[in-house]
């Protein structure tokens, strides 16, 4: 976080100081753990409101809660990971597992068709992986999170594993929301004995959005789509 306010310059920096102290703060009244004091109230711009991952990373047993990815200018720019943003690729490799994800969101003021992953964005850029071994999201909850567009819980694009995680009360909320659940993005996904429920698109997909991807020992249940198909889960090639 510190890195990429050092980047956006400005204010940022302050604005992150003003975080970190409330976060501690409440740590020191014992109201959150020492692990929440780095995703408590983040807020950056454009990608990853409590933590950016890149590279090789592991995040377990982790509270990100209440965080932003949040773009409020005119030109045409995509917002991605409001709680978390994970980039993998060649040799690196993402593994997240044991955390909490909640009620984190995506805010994109230029367009409601360039926001992904109001809970969790998580890319693999390793073109080789064919087992989806690099990236991997296992025995996680994610809920309550919300985004415009695509992934009001996880945008997961490219060769990503979900494993054995609770996918409940996630939104996309805007007119072309679609994957509010989860939006499996781009070729050999997969979501593997998993609970997707309660979650709610603007249009498609309430519960999965699969392209490419593989669906396996998962419950879907009461998700809904408002305007669209696929209440529970919308599949298509390509």
């Known amino acids: 976080l510190a890195i990429e306010a050092a980047k956006q310059g400005g204010t940022a920096c302050a604005i992150l100081n003003g975080a970190n102290e409330a976060a501690v703060a409440l740590f020191l009244e014992d109201k959150i753990g020492f692990y929440d004091i780095s995703t408590k109230l983040g807020v950056t711009k454009v990608s990853g409101g409590g933590l950016y991952a890149a590279y090789n990373a592991s995040v377990f047993d982790t509270r990100i809660e209440d965080c932003h990815a949040e773009y409020t200018g005119a030109a045409a720019k995509d917002v991605m990971g409001g709680g978390l943003y994970a980039s993998a690729g060649n040799t690196y490799s993402f593994r997240m597992s044991g955390c909490h994800v909640l009620g984190n969101e995506t805010v994109n003021a230029a367009s409601q068709v360039n926001d992904y992953g109001g809970g969790l964005y998580v890319n693999n850029n390793n073109s080789s992986d064919e ?3 690099c990236c991997v999201v296992s025995n996680c909850v994610v809920q309550g999170n919300c985004c415009q567009y695509a992934g009001g819980g996880i945008l997961a694009y490219a060769k990503v594993q979900v494993v054995d995680c609770r996918i409940l009360d996630n939104q996309s909320t805007g007119t072309r929301g679609v994957g509010a659940g ?3 993005f781009g070729a050999g996904n997969r ?4 609970r997707v429920t309660g979650n709610a698109s603007g249009k498609d997909a309430g519960g999965v959005q699969a392209c490419d991807s593989i669906i ?4 879907i249940s009461n998700n809904s789509a408002t ?4 209440g529970g889960v919308c599949m298509s090639l390509g």
């Open 131 to 133: 087992q989806c071994a």
């Open 227 to 230: 305007a669209g198909v696929g």
């Open 216 to 219: 396996g020992g998962c419950a």
């Open 182 to 184: 989860v939006n499996l």
């Open 191 to 194: 979501i593997l004995y998993s």
